[in-house]
């Protein structure tokens, strides 16, 4: 047990201390339900293929909690399988291409039509879902997705929604590392909306520091993100369907979306050293 207190305070320097803190907890429960998932691994490490992969941490870097919840779910998994996590990035290959060729156990990723990936691949719905949000000063003149039209939009980068922006509405998008620099530029006037997933700005527009940004517009596009794993594997989709019950039934997305939240709003506080305009 001593690593599983090592690999603990690895987490709370690699995420912040509130998803760390999370991720301990799942961590400590997680070993007594590990399953063996054996198509998943590969000599021991769980590789799990990721739209985008956040780069490494850097010694002396600012903490930054990443865009979404992905490469939280996939050290999750990992956890309860008590095994190495290696991500890897599809790079516009399809699910069904990173599996047959070996390259992943198990692809993450957003689904919108689970009846259009090849058939030799099965799609376990995470319970998890977001799509593309706007949020803006409460005195905003934007009102509609179509007026971002030559307005400044920021984003952060591996985003799923950086470029969408520029090729529909004409808007002209400036991209950052992570949210907390998005949102920060936001907060200071850089730009005139930030775009991020709706399940992370739905909770932070209620926090109260962040009133005086929470016009937003509707949500575009929600997908649900969803395991793919090989369809022949069917200890390996056993597996991950139980997993799934069991986020559903411990409100792991919720308390994990609160936590990356709080993170990030953590974040641009830490960073913030120009008053708010009023």
Same mark, same amino acid.
């Given at each position: @047990?001593?690593?599983?207190?090592?690999?603990?305070?690895? =987490?709370?320097?690699?995420?912040?201390?509130?998803?760390?803190?999370?991720?301990?907890?799942?961590?400590?429960?997680?070993?007594?339900?590990?399953?063996?998932?054996?198509?998943?691994?590969?000599?021991?490490?769980?590789?799990?293929?990721?739209e985008y992969v956040v780069p490494a941490f850097v010694a002396g870097a600012k903490v930054r909690t990443p865009e979404g919840v992905d490469t939280m779910?996939?050290? =999750?998994?990992?956890?309860?399988?008590?095994?190495?996590?290696?991500?890897?990035?599809?790079?516009?290959?399809?699910?069904?291409?990173?599996?047959?060729?070996?390259?992943?156990?198990?692809?993450?990723?957003?689904?919108?039509?689970?009846?259009?990936?090849?058939?030799?691949?099965?799609?376990?719905?995470?319970?998890?879902?977001?799509?593309?949000?706007?949020? @803006?000063?409460?005195?905003?003149?934007?009102?509609?997705?179509?007026?971002?039209?030559?307005?400044?939009?920021?984003?952060?980068?591996?985003?799923?929604?950086?470029?969408?922006?520029?090729?529909?509405?004409?808007?002209? =998008?400036?991209?950052?590392?992570?949210?907390?620099?998005?949102?920060?530029?936001?907060?200071?006037?850089?730009?005139?909306?930030?775009?991020?997933?709706?399940?992370?700005?739905?909770?932070?527009?209620?926090?109260?520091?962040?009133?005086?940004?929470?016009?937003?517009?509707?949500?575009?596009?929600?997908?649900?993100?969803?395991?793919?794993?090989?369809?022949?594997?069917?200890?390996?989709?056993?597996?991950?369907?139980?997993?799934?019950?069991?986020?559903?039934?411990?409100?792991?997305?919720?308390?994990?979306?609160?936590?990356?939240?709080?993170?990030?709003?953590?974040?641009?506080?830490?960073?913030?050293?120009?008053?708010?305009?009023?």
């Amino acid at each position: @047990m001593k690593f599983l207190s090592v690999f603990c305070d690895i =987490e709370k320097t690699r995420y912040g201390f509130a998803i760390g803190a999370l991720a301990c907890a799942g961590l400590w429960v997680g070993a007594a339900h590990a399953g063996p998932g054996p198509r998943l691994l590969a000599e021991g490490k769980l590789t799990v293929g990721l739209e985008y992969v956040v780069p490494a941490f850097v010694a002396g870097a600012k903490v930054r909690t990443p865009e979404g919840v992905d490469t939280m779910v996939a050290d =999750e998994l990992g956890r309860r399988l008590l095994a190495a996590v290696q991500t890897t990035a599809l790079d516009g290959a399809g699910p069904g291409r990173l599996l047959d060729e070996g390259r992943a156990g198990v692809v993450l990723a957003p689904i919108a039509d689970a009846n259009a990936v090849a058939a030799s691949v099965a799609v376990i719905p995470t319970g998890y879902a977001a799509g593309a949000m706007a949020i @803006m000063r409460s005195d905003t003149d934007i009102k509609q997705w179509r007026q971002l039209q030559g307005r400044t939009v920021c984003l952060a980068q591996g985003g799923r929604y950086v470029g969408q922006m520029a090729a529909k509405y004409g808007a002209i =998008e400036k991209i950052y590392p992570a949210p907390a620099d998005s949102l920060l530029t936001l907060r200071i006037g850089g730009c005139d909306a930030a775009v991020h997933d709706s399940a992370m700005l739905t909770e932070l527009i209620k926090l109260p520091e962040w009133k005086k940004f929470s016009a937003r517009l509707p949500v575009q596009a929600l997908t649900p993100l969803a395991f793919v794993v090989a369809s022949r594997d069917g200890e390996s989709v056993g597996y991950l369907k139980r997993v799934v019950k069991d986020w559903a039934k411990s409100d792991y997305f919720q308390k994990t979306i609160k936590a990356a939240v709080n993170d990030i709003a953590f974040e641009v506080y830490l960073d913030q050293t120009v008053t708010d305009c009023h």
